[in-house]
């Protein structure tokens, strides 16, 4: 192994500044799981039915992601973030309480990609400054998928 490079032949340099922002990555994906999880419970009302599968859906994604966000940390050489009082301190997204009406539940879920799509996209410039293509294509492929999210779920509140 060359000095100053990670047993995956990244700069370790780097891919420690990489952990660091995934670690925060992760830790607002786990924020945004819990309330679609939230989401998902209480929501009410004459849309019940269709957000309830929807909340469903978004949930196990998320869930998949922040498996995946994890993964990615300790292929990196680093430790994830892994209890919820390092995910409240690190996560812009805030808990979300007893949201039970679908348009509100949309809303935040809009403000949850908000905050989220930064990140990813900062993690884009630095993963690509690495030739990290492992958590570019990540990055990419999140970022696809939620911009037509984004869309679809704007598109129910108008």
Known sequence: ?????????LDTKMSAKLAT??????AN???F???ARGYHWNIKGDKFFELHVKFEELYNNLQLKVDEIAERILTLGHTPLHSYSAYLKESTIKETLNVSEGK???KDILDSYA??????????NISAEANDEGTNALMSDYIREEEKLVWMYSAYLS
């Open 33 to 35: 799981y819990i309330n």
């Open 104 to 106: 509100k539940a949309v």
């Open 21 to 26: 922002q995934l670690n925060t990555l992760l």
């Open 29 to 31: 994906y786990q924020m």
């Open 115 to 124: 905050a989220i799509m930064p990140l990813q996209r900062e993690l884009l």
């Open 1 to 9: 192994m060359k000095k100053g490079l990670s047993r995956i032949g």
